[in-house]
């Protein structure tokens, strides 16, 4: 399964680097697949291993990824993005959106033994929790030894991957960093309350299963 989508040639990368950067920071993904006529997304962090494959694990109910063994699928790590405004550049402009993308074509193998599952929970920890943290993987902890055997590990073979960083190349070099300060620039209180509200929503909805 193959994606194709219009970009102008000044915002697509193809360097791994920046590319590897990008998910490090950004690696909740959203997984596009097809499985029994119908279409699945859904996010999960995903992580590059040092092969360039990319690792991480689900739910083993998930209907996406049940009784499968390797299939084609489409990633989506998305970074900051924001509505660019005319009166942020220091020129006379329109205004845009800016953001930071990243699409891969994929394959997708299911891992469904219980080493993998544990190999998936140590190594997500591990780029995750600080050294420092009350909390590090251990095999013998009670909570991996309930939680290993509802888990399946992923290994993802990237047969294509692309970035799509629109930043505004295509202004002057002022007009460039203007609206990269702007794109950074967090409105907090606007965050806090949609969160609120959600975190409401959340606790009026039906519970679900850790």
């Known amino acids: 399964m193959s994606s194709c989508a219009f970009h102008y040639s000044e915002y697509r990368c193809t360097r791994p680097e920046l590319i590897d950067q990008m998910i490090a920071r950004y690696p909740l993904a959203l997984i596009s697949s097809e499985h029994q006529g119908q279409r699945h997304n859904n996010h999960i962090p995903l992580f ?23 299939f084609p699928a489409h ?28 699409h891969m074509d994929v394959e997708i193998e299911v891992l469904d033994d219980l080493e993998s599952a544990r190999a998936a929970l140590r190594d ?3 780029r995750l929790q600080p050294p420092q943290a ?19 590990g992923l290994c993802i073979h990237v047969l294509r991957e692309e970035g799509r960083f629109k930043l505004s190349q295509d202004k002057k070099p002022e007009d460039q960093q203007a609206a990269l300060d ?12 949609l969160l609120d509200a959600l975190l409401r929503f959340a606790e009026t909805a039906e519970p679900a299963h850790a």
């Open 75 to 102: 990633l989506v790590f998305m970074g900051p993005q924001s509505y660019i405004p005319p009166e942020a550049y220091r020129s006379r402009l329109l205004p845009t959106w800016n953001y930071v993308a990243v």
């Open 124 to 126: 997500t920890c591990e």
């Open 134 to 152: 009350s909390f590090q993987y251990d095999a013998a902890d009670p909570r991996v030894i309930a939680n290993a055997p509802h888990i399946l």
């Open 48 to 70: 590059r291993t040092a092969d360039r494959t990319l690792f991480g694990h689900v739910d083993r109910r998930n209907p996406q990824f049940q009784g499968r063994g390797r």
């Open 182 to 193: 702007h794109l950074l620039r967090r409105d907090e209180a606007g965050e806090r309350a």
